[in-house]
Every structure is written in structure tokens, then in C-alpha cells.
């Protein structure tokens, strides 16, 4: 059964969820990521291995970690190591999924969390890479979480804080990035995005239940390719919901 | 080797490997001497103006706060930092005490960003060099195995690379492109810790993040802990001791050390603090009232600790479920 008594962010924690149903192993980042790894454990893949940067791996996310180093993200686990050695698993192609946010993200998946603006001079500074560009570097594939709005999605991010497919089909190869690795899909508040196979740029792939594709396009800052056919998605279902407002969050850290 | 691309950063602490092994044979010693001494003695005798500091945390986790207070309260100047933490990043940017960083992620995840280093990078106060989380582990991880630099497959391609003093060389095995991190060598670590003997001996539960490779990257390191136990208990464990004794300087205990944070299974990060902090980072002047109430105020860890008060602090420990 539908509902349709839901907030944005509910909605995007509901549709990352379903992207990890045949997941076996990913790399949450904080927030949305977390919620979404713990529902899709709760409800459709509980031998999903939740891997946090700073050497959680397996943890249970009976609770929700406040954090990606706290004791949360690796209660009940199945190990507790370190960041070289999470790191390194990726970089030996053993972690297939890899979550990203951004303040900025362009056509080809690159996304900007370093500064609006010049380095020198930012307008602002936000936090830096983190964990993010050796997730977007050495994970099989990612997916980025982010409120759709023109000023976010945009021709050209102000800094390549994470590689997506740089500047297009092959660049990630000649870059030395990992070969078969990039950017998959976007979560957003409206819609949910891909990339085209030939091209790699961003691609629609389904609107969110009462959303057009024209509210999609004038959201975006960049020519998004939409195809013949685009899908509706599934509103979050009550089942959804419950568990994710009962089980998942009932502090309401997030939601 | 073909050098593809060069980040057109600073390198802000050129590795001396060499420096380094003469260093270690003539600065650290196996013998048996006991380190314990407070936040004050430490600072003084192993902290100097001008040098390259590295602080092991997460987040708020496992934070050595009261070593850091220390710092400010000192006044060490012209510091340069290892940015991978939070907390310790905020308290010294915010008393004008650090020229330049290696910085990989300064905010507070769910609480937002850090209005402190916002306004010192923003006014170009600080100067800033991009890397990654794993590029700085793994910057470490050269420095600790004595080597120039160490070959990875991250920030390739970006403008993280291009405002970081890596470089992109061509492999001469296979061909590929590959990022050469250049090793971190520190002038001082910090690191807390759960438990640890009087010689230096530490061990950490939990998650270890990058305590390993950074305690064997520093020529001097500080180790504060939450407890002091015997040697005997360390010699029962052995495989438990992730810092040896003959890379430690100096110990300090440090009950409720990573205060406001948290430490995994013994009590949990103090939000309430935390966002007292960050309401009064968000002016220059609320930041320097919160710097005089907490840090130049109390002129020891135990009056830090009074000021936070015992109750408090006991039931950040009840609310820890523990394993």
C-alpha cells in the first residue's frame, strides 16, 4: 500500500534502499546513506555489508550511527580495523557500492563538497574530500544523494572534489582510475538519474510520484538526456515507512 | 620515472627519510622510563612553534582533547596541521595559532560545517593543500614504513590532485597512471587512547582509524589515555599493543580526554556541548567567549572536568550501551 504522507528526504531514504536490494557489499558516508543502508538491511538485504571509512565492516546499524567513525558503525560487526585497510579493500575492487553527497554535481557525476568559488578566494569552504574521492576512485559504483536544484546541478562544478566520468566517455581510464568504475546512479528529491551508456552523461530514469519532466528539466543547470520512455517511481511504501520511522530512526535523528 | 602531472600545491612537510632514520636511532629509546606527566609538562618539553602537528581522531571520536587545550592554552605558535579531524582543527584555527594544513575534511557530518575554518579559509587566514581521507592515512603509511612516498590509485584525475603537492607518474611495471603520495613525517603526534602502561604501551578498542601508521610516523608522539594500567596487564595482551612503548615520549592520563567527543564503549559524545560549541562558532566573537570559558578558563584537565561537572560526565558514560 502507497502513501502519500511523506518528506523529500524519506522518499530518497526509500528509493537508495531499493538500489541496495542486490547489494552485497557498500560504502555508506554519513546521513541519507546510513538510513538507507539500514532500511534495505531491515527489509530486503540483511547480508548487505555496510563498510564505514574508518574500519566498521558488518555492523549490525541496529542503531544509527551519529557519525562515520562512532561506535555505532561497528556494533555487533564482524570487524573493527582501520581506515588504511578499508581503503585498501577498495582499492583492491572488493567494495562494489559506494555512496556520495555533494554540493554541486555535473553532467558527467563529478561532484564538488571543497569550495563555491576560486581555492584561493572560496565564496565558500566546505568540509573537503574526506573519504569521498577514494570512494568515487576506487569503488565499482557509486551513487549520489542530493536535493535537485538548478544551482546544485550544474554545467561545470567550481572543484572536482570526486571524479564522476571527468569530462566523458574513457577519461576515468586515462586518468589511471580504476577500469569499469564510475558513477551510477542519483537520488534526488525528484527523480531518479543514470548515466547514458555512450555518452556517459546524466540521463533520466524515473520521476518521483508527482513530479514532471519538465520540472525535472528546470530544475537541472545542464541539458539532461531524457529518454523515450521515463518511469514513475514507487512512493515510499507504508511498510517502508514503518520501519523506517519505528526501526530505523525512531529518534528522528534524520528524518 | 614520467611524471604526468604534478599537484601545484605547497608540499608543506617534505619527507627527510634519511633525517628520519637518524632521528629514530638517536631520539627514541627501548629503555624502560616511565612517561607519565600532565598536559602542561607534555606540551612544554615535546610541542615547539613552527611545528608540523598530526592529531588521531574521527569525527568526534576518540579526540585528545585535553592535550589539545593544552596547545591553545600555551599559545604554540605557527603551526602547521594534519587535517583529518574536526574538534582539535577548530580549537587551534580558532586561536590563531595554525599557518597552514593538509586538510582532507573539516565538518561536523550531521551538525553541518565548521564555521571556523570557514571564516580562516574563506579570509585566506589559513593556507590550505586538498588530499583525501585515504591519501592522508596513506601518507602515514610511507612515513611509518620509512619510505619517500607510496604509489595509490585516488585523486586521480581531479582538482583534489591539482591543489595537493601529489603527483601523477607513469608506472614503469604496467603502464597505468598512478598517484604518488609523498610520506608525512611529523614533527609531533597526538593520539588518544584507551588504555596504556607508564612506558607508553597503548591499546585502543574499537575501530583503530589511523593511530597505527600515525604513531610510526612521528619523531615525537604524545599519548593520552583514559587509563593507566600495569605492564603486567599489556604483557597478558600483547597482541592487543597497537603503539610500542619505544615510539611514545610522553603519557598523559586523561579521564573523559576526548570530552566534548566520545570514546567507543565508555561514554558517548556530549551533544549538547558540541552544539554550544558550534552555535559559538558562529561568530569570531562567541568563538573567543567559548576558547575563554572552557579552555583558557580551566588551567588544568581536572578543572576542565569540574567545570563540565561529574554529573555529567556520568551520564554520558550510563548513556554508552557498551558491546
Redesign the interface.
Known amino acids: 500500500m502507497a502513501s502519500t504522507d511523506y518528506s523529500p528526504t524519506e522518499l530518497m531514504i526509500c528509493i537508495a534502499a531499493r538500489l541496495m536490494k542486490e547489494a552485497r557489499t557498500a560504502f555508506i558516508g ?2 541519507i546513506p546510513m538510513l538507507a543502508a539500514a532500511l534495505a538491511k531491515k527489509l530486503y538485504n540483511p547480508d548487505l555489508i555496510a563498510i ?5 565492516i558488518g555492523a549490525s546499524l541496529e ?1 544509527l550511527p ?6 555505532r ?3 555487533r560487526a564482524m570487524v ?5 585497510d578499508v ?1 585498501e579493500t577498495a ?1 583492491r575492487g572488493l567494495i562494489e557500492y559506494g555512496f556520495l553527497g555533494g554540493a554541486q554535481i555535473d553532467p558527467y557525476g ?1 561532484l564538488n563538497t ?2 563555491i568559488g576560486p ?16 570512494v568515487g ?2 569503488c565499482w559504483r557509486t551513487i549520489a544523494i542530493m536535493k535537485h536544484e538548478k544551482k546544485r546541478f550544474v554545467e561545470r562544478v567550481d ?5 564522476g566520468y ?1 569530462d566523458g566517455p574513457g ?2 581510464e ?5 577500469a569499469g568504475t564510475g558513477p551510477y546512479r542519483v537520488v534526488t528529491d525528484l527523480a531518479l538519474l543514470g548515466y547514458d551508456e555512450a555518452t556517459k552523461r546524466m540521463m533520466l530514469l524515473a520521476t518521483h510520484p508527482g513530479v514532471t519532466v519538465e520540472r525535472v528539466l528546470e530544475n537541472t543547470g545542464f541539458a539532461l538526456i531524457v529518454p523515450k520512455e521515463v518511469a514513475q517511481s514507487e512512493p515510499p511504501s507504508a511498510d517502508e515507512l514503518r520501519v523506517l520511522r519505528t526501526e530505523v530512526d525512531p529518534q528522528r ?2 528524518i | 620515472m614520467e611524471i604526468i602531472e604534478s599537484g601545484q600545491k605547497e608540499l608543506l612537510q617534505p619527507p627527510d627519510v634519511e633525517e628520519f632514520r637518524r632521528w629514530m636511532r638517536e631520539n627514541k629509546s627501548p629503555a624502560l622510563k616511565d612517561k607519565v606527566m600532565d598536559e602542561r609538562e607534555a606540551v612544554k618539553r615535546f610541542v615547539k612553534d613552527g611545528d608540523y602537528i598530526g592529531v588521531e581522531l574521527y569525527g568526534t571520536v576518540r579526540c585528545p582533547m585535553s592535550v589539545i587545550r593544552e596547545i591553545v592554552r600555551q599559545g604554540k605558535k605557527k603551526l602547521r596541521l594534519a587535517g583529518q579531524g574536526l574538534l582539535e582543527i577548530d580549537f587551534l584555527v580558532a586561536a590563531g595559532l595554525v599557518e597552514a594544513m593538509d586538510i582532507t575534511y573539516v565538518g561536523y557530518e550531521v551538525l553541518g560545517l565548521s564555521n571556523i575554518l570557514r571564516r580562516a579559509a574563506e579570509s585566506g587566514k589559513v593556507k590550505l593543500v586538498e588530499w583525501s581521507n585515504a591519501a592522508m592515512a596513506w601518507r602515514f603509511k610511507a612515513a611509518a614504513m620509512g619510505v619517500p612516498f607510496i604509489p595509490v590509485r585516488s585523486m586521480l584525475g581531479t582538482d583534489t590532485l591539482k591543489y595537493s603537492a601529489a603527483k601523477v607518474v607513469k608506472d614503469p611495471f604496467t603502464g597505468i597512471a598512478v598517484t604518488l603520495l609523498p610520506a608525512l613525517i611529523l614533527d609531533v603526534g597526538i593520539i588518544h587512547v584507551h588504555r596504556a602502561d607508564k612506558y607508553g604501551n597503548a591499546q585502543i578498542d574499537g575501530i583503530s582509524g589511523f593511530a597505527f601508521e600515525m604513531a610510526r610516523a612521528s619523531k615525537r608522539l604524545i599519548i593520552s589515555t583514559e587509563e593507566l594500567i600495569s605492564t603486567e596487564e599489556i604483557q597478558r595482551y600483547p597482541e592487543r599493543t597497537i603503539i610500542p612503548w619505544f615510539l611514545v615520549d610522553a603519557v598523559v592520563v586523561a579521564p573523559f580526554g576526548s570530552h566534548p567527543g566520545e570514546m567507543c564503549y565508555c561514554y558517548e559524545r556530549d551533544q549538547e556541548h558540541l552544539l554550544e560549541f558550534l552555535k559559538a562558532a558562529e561568530t569570531e566573537e562567541t568563538t573567543q567567549q567559548y576558547l575563554q570559558k572552557y579552555v583558557y578558563g580551566p588551567k588544568t584537565h581536572q578543572e576542565y572536568l569540574d567545570l563540565i561537572g561529574r554529573d555529567r560526565l556520568e551520564a554520558l558514560k550510563r548513556a554508552n550501551k557498551g558491546r
Request: hydrophobic letters at 35%.
Open positions: 554519513t546521513g564505514f571509512e574508518f574500519g566498521g542503531d551519529r557519525a562515520v567513525g562512532e561506535a558503525t561497528f556494533y573493527a580495523t582501520g581506515i588504511c581503503m582499492q563529478n571543497t569550495v581555492h584561493e578566494k572560496p565564496k565558500v569552504r566546505l568540509p573537503g574530500s574526506g573519504g569521498a574521492n577514494d576512485s576506487l572543484f572536482i572534489t570526486t571524479p571527468l577519461a576515468r586515462r586518468a589511471g582510475l580504476p535523528l534524520y
